[in-house]
Every structure is written in C-alpha cells, then in structure tokens.
C-alpha cells in the first residue's frame, strides 16, 4: 500500500546516457512534484504538475524532462547525463484543492560516472 | 523571494532529554504554511509536523512542538524525551497559500542522540 513509489531507486550511469525515472502515487492526489538533493543535502524543487499541467519549472536545464501521462504518473527523463547530475531524486505529490501536505517518495539515487 | 534558514548544522542531545531546532523564514506573504520534516539514514522525507500560518495555536503532535512566532518568522521544533530513532536531518519548509505550491527548504539540521 505503498503511496508514493520511484524506480530505480539506485541509478548508476556514464556520462553522456539517456535515463529515465519513473513516479506514481496512489493517494489520489492531484499535483505532483520533483525536487532534487545535492550532496549537501540540499533539497530544490525542479518541476510541478498539476492535473498533467506543467505548473512550476525552477530554471532546469532542459535536458531534464518531466512527463506526466495521468495524474497518478510523474516520470522525469534526463538526457546527456552530467557528473554534476548526481544527486537523490525525490517525487512527492499533494492535493492541492485542499492545500495538503506533500508526502514523498523514498527517492532515486542517481550516480554519474 | 522566500528563504528559509536552519543556523545549526549539528545538534546532539541526550536520550530522554529536550532538544531544540531553529528556523527562520522570510516572505511578505500573509498566507501560508510551515513544515518540519525528517529525514533519517534511509533517507525517506517522513512529515514531523505542519503549522498554518493562521493558526496562532502552536502544533503538537505527540512528542514534537512547534514554537511559531510570526512576527519574528520564526518556527522552531521542540523534540521531548528524545529517542534513538529521533536521529536524522531535519528540514524545515515553507509553502506559500494557494494552489499547486512548491516548498522552499532549509538547510537541514542533523540531529545525533547520544545513549
């Protein structure tokens, strides 16, 4: 009854790959996110859906990609993989009708090499 | 722009014992709300405890407290009798009112117990 799953959940590549994340949530929310951890554990937000509509996009470059095929799925693609793209990947999602609270997912672990 | 700030790196405290962790924000808006999460080595984001910023009553659940004072923006997290598995980072955010908004984070703090 897991509510806000990723996979992988560890992730290593060489630079250059193409790879992808995949996100679903089963609250029935209605906005999901993404936000990214560096190695200083700083967490950012990267991109909003709401309802399939992208809503927020905090100056990423655009080889991250965001796609949402419901509003249960949030994927991130990330092309020309880069060292400094190694971080924690966290999906968290909300219903933002009601100003809930985010709840997120255990993260994706992504490792450049 | 909001901003969020968590001035202690590092916080240890004894096992049993109160343990306090800061934060300080800064927005102009009136509307909008506050969180405190944990993040233990596992490193799954775990919601601690939420505050409106409407609400003058300041949050409780369980163990954990918040002391609110909106005036000065500030938001600290009061963590009694402390345990074990209370060690982890602590994050506090800001969520701005409204539809579809995004949380802006601290730093983090973490937290050791010392047995």
């Not at chain 1, 089963?26 to 700083?42: A, I, R």
């Not at chain 1, 709401?50 to 419901?70: A, H, Q």
């Not at chain 1, 971080?87 to 090499?113: I, K």
Request: aromatic content about 12%.
């Amino acid at each position: 009854d897991t509510a806000v799953s990723q996979t992988p959940k560890y992730l290593v590549t060489q630079m250059g790959n193409d790879k992808s994340i995949k996100c679903e949530q089963n609250l029935g929310h209605d906005t999901m996110y993404w936000y990214k951890q560096d190695s200083k554990k700083f967490l950012k937000i990267m991109f909003s859906y709401n309802n399939k509509e992208l809503i927020i996009n905090e100056t990423v470059p655009n080889r991250f990609s965001p796609k949402s095929p419901d509003k249960a799925h949030l994927n991130l693609h990330i092309n020309s993989l880069e060292l400094g793209d190694s971080a924690v990947y966290f999906c968290a999602s909300s219903q933002e009708a009601s100003r809930e609270t985010q709840y997120f997912g255990p993260g994706t672990r992504l490792l450049v090499l | 722009a909001q901003t969020v700030t968590q001035s202690q790196p590092e916080m240890s405290v004894q096992e049993a014992e109160t343990v306090t962790l800061s934060c300080t924000y800064d927005t102009s808006e009136s509307d909008y709300y506050l969180f405190w999460y944990k993040q233990p080595p596992s490193r799954q984001m775990i919601l601690v405890i939420r505050q409106e910023a409407y609400k003058q009553q300041n949050a409780t659940e369980n163990r954990f407290s918040v002391n609110f004072q909106k005036a000065a923006k500030s938001f600290s997290l009061k963590i009694s009798d402390s345990q074990l598995g209370d060690a982890a980072m602590y994050f506090c955010a800001y969520r701005r009112g409204g539809g579809a908004q995004k949380l802006v984070f601290g730093q983090g703090t973490r937290l050791t117990i010392n047995p």
